[in-house]
C-alpha cells in the first residue's frame, strides 16, 4: 500500500532506539523526510546516517525532552529545516514507575509536558500542512498500561492521561485538518530495551510476562511502527481520536 508519505515531513520525538528508531525508519523508507531527537548526540548523529540511507531529508538534535523552552526550539529549527511539519509523533517516555513524587514528576514533565510543549510549537507547521494537503497528524504513544492496573504506580495514569488529551485535541483541531490519534502497545522486546534488561534480570518474570500474552510472544518495534506510521498517514484521513492498542490481545477490556 502507497502511505502517500512521499516528500512529507515527520518529526519524532525520542526517535533513535526502539520503538522511536523503528518509526523512524519507516517514514523515511516510505519517502517522507525525517527529524529526530533523543537524549544522546552520539546515537541522533547515527540515526541522521542511517535515515539519509533512504534518500529522505534528515535531520536532529539531542534534546532534553523535559527542558519545554528547548524542544519548542527544536521543533521550530525542525520545521524550518525540513521545509514543513506533517506529521508529529510523541514517543519519548521517562519510563519512571513508582508512587513517589520523584516518579510522578518525571512521568509528568517529560510523558505530559514533553507532548504538549511538543505539539503547541508544531501546530503551526501542522496546521499550514492540513490547509495545503487537506491532511496532518499527531500521533502519541501511549501503552496498554494506561487500563491496566495492579498497584499504585504513576506510569499508567500518565500515559492514560496522554489518551484522554488526545481526545480533545482531536475534536479541537479537525477543522484545521490536524487528526490526534493515540498507539498504545503492550510489551515491545528490543535488545537494550526494557523487556530485554527484565529478560537478563528476572528471568522467570520475563517468562511469565510472554506467557500472560495469548500470543505467546512479545511484539517488535517495527509492528509498534507500522501502527504508527499508519495512523500518520493521508490514508488514515478520516481516522481521529481512537487508541490504538497494539498489545496481542493480553488487555480485556472492549474498546468502543
Known sequence: MDFQLKNRNAV????TRGIGRAIAETFADE??????CARHADHVDTTIAALRGNGVRATGAAVDIADGPALRRWIENAGNELGGIDVLVSNAGAMAHG?????????FRVDILGAVNAFDAAHPFLEKAGA??????FVII??????ESEWADSYGPIKAALIHWAKGLAHEHAKQHIRT?????GMVYFKGGVWNRVEE???QAFKDAIARNPTGRAATPQEI???????ASPVSSYTTGINLLVDGAISRRVNF
Request: glycine share 8%; proline share 7%.
Open 12 to 15: 519524532v520525538l525520542g526517535g
Open 31 to 36: 519517502g517522507a523526510n525525517v527529524a529526530v
Open 99 to 107: 508512587n513517589d513524587p520523584a516518579a510522578w514528576e518525571a512521568n
Open 132 to 137: 495545503a494537503h487537506g491532511d496532518a497528524a
Open 142 to 147: 501511549s501503552s496498554v498500561s494506561a487500563a
Open 181 to 185: 490519534n493515540v498507539v498504545s502497545p
Open 201 to 203: 534480570q528476572r528471568p
Open 225 to 231: 511502527a507500522n501502527a504508527v506510521v499508519f495512523l
